[in-house]
């Protein structure tokens, strides 16, 4: 994907001087065809999906060379953005190949063709606040007409394929409209429950349970889920804040499967998507109880599993720790399990001026502490405690949700500051990368001085430098 910035003003004048009839009714400033959103950082539902039908008569490429397919000349949408994403991404599902033209609040023009999934297109950008405007174009005037979806999103996992089951990667998704057959949702929790809100350390909070002869099926609460369940749910999560993206992740010594019922009443079902014969879940959630069953694959199934509440999309089954690492809870109620944990011995790396230290890296496990030596006061340990940038016991900042799988560094300047970075490379055609990065300094505690946020391939400021 080739990217150029123009102006509104600019795109215009390109319209006027050398498009020809059918761009000249290119309209950028006006109403979306099939729909107008306002949209604030951390929305939910997420993805937010509008539907409509692809393309127009004006060519893409005289709008932009590198742009391809045939647009409306009004937008297809428009989205009003009232905060700064640091990533919102636009996936495309169409019946056929289709294309997408994003205008942002700047007036920067970006296009794409294949970069979603089969012949979708896929645009991740960051954004601040004002008017996006929206075109989803048909590559060729044949496919002009045919239906599509749109989805907006800040989460990384979601896909052309995703729109079409409704927004969740994977797992089944079952809209009941009545109680679903033999769950007892408002039973208390055989193994414990707990509340969460978003941010919540340590990432991920493990319980602990058993599997072994539940009568109900998967099978009878919807032809697409498998396991046999206890009536009652093994845990109850209760969230005040709702999540972008809440994983549920078990490991266990037995063939498992997975049941979760969310506040709204969705359902959601997995069998194997984890590692090894072990399930994984994952879903946007509104505030309210988040319903678990861990079910076995067979009625004759039996033994202990954890499983682990996770926010971090770098956290895998491996992660959990092995069923007996924790301590199951002691029955029936709200009771909160405090599992017992492998400690680790942390790695301590003493800051040398103008060399990174890595904290976090794609295959890293072990924790690792960096010993910054401020000017005008005592070392200080950094290190990252799930998705928070700790300085001794101050948090200095929360990693952008949006970094799914980051390399975080820290590197001590000459003049005595600090500066962490968190980058995340392009993952696919239609993704940018993402950069973060906090400037900090000694005022008689650590203390961010400066922060900055762009894809990986934009110029960081002078002071990271």
Known sequence: MRMKVWSVAAVGVLLMVGAGEASA??????????????????????PHVMNGQLGGPVPASQIDP??????????????????????????????????????????????????????????????GAGRIAIWVGAYS??????????????????????????????????????????????????????????????????????????PIRGSDVSGNCRGYYTSQPSHVLMTPTGFRQIRFLVNAGVDTTLLVMLPDGQVLCDDDGGEGLNPLVAASSSPGPIRVWVGGY???????YNIGFTELGHVTTSNIPPAGGGRPGPGPGPVVVQPTQPTVQA??????????????????????????????????????????????????????????????????LRNGN???????????????????LLHVTWRGQPMVIDRWSGTAVERGPRWAR
Do not use: K
């Open 25 to 46: 009714q290119f309209a950028p400033r006006a109403r979306g065809l099939y729909g107008e959103a306002r949209l604030r950082p951390g929305f939910m539902p997420d």
């Open 66 to 127: 590198s742009c391809r397919g045939f647009v409306s000349g009004p937008p297809s949408h428009v989205v009003y953005t009232t905060g700064s994403f640091r990533q919102l991404r636009f996936v495309v599902n169409a019946g056929q190949d289709s294309t997408l033209m994003v205008m942002m609040p700047n007036g920067q023009v970006v296009c794409d063709d294949d970069g979603g999934e089969g012949l979708n297109p896929l645009i991740a950008l960051a954004t």
């Open 141 to 214: 005037q044949a496919a002009v007409g045919v239906p599509y979806t749109i989805g907006l999103t800040e989460l990384g996992h979601v896909t052309a394929s995703s729109l079409a089951s409704g927004g969740g990667p994977g797992p089944v998704v079952v809209q009941p409209t009545q109680p679903v057959s033999g769950l007892q949702a408002q039973a208390p929790p055989i193994f414990g429950s707990v509340s969460l809100r978003s941010g919540f350390m340590p990432d991920p909070h493990v319980l602990s349970g058993s599997v072994g002869g539940g």
């Open 298 to 304: 067979s009625q004759s199934a039996a033994g202990a």
């Open 347 to 412: 790695q301590v790396v003493q800051l040398t001026a103008g060399i990174p230290a890595t904290l976090l890296g794609p295959a890293m496990t072990d924790p690792v502490i960096a010993t910054w030596a401020p000017r005008g006061g005592p070392p200080v340990q950094v290190q990252l405690q799930g998705v928070h940038v700790m300085a001794n016991s101050t948090r200095l900042e929360s990693l952008p949700p949006t970094l799914r799988d980051p390399t975080v560094t820290v590197t001590q």
């Open 418 to 436: 600090l500066i962490v970075r968190a980058e995340q490379p392009p993952m696919d055609r239609g993704d940018r990368g993402q950069t973060f």
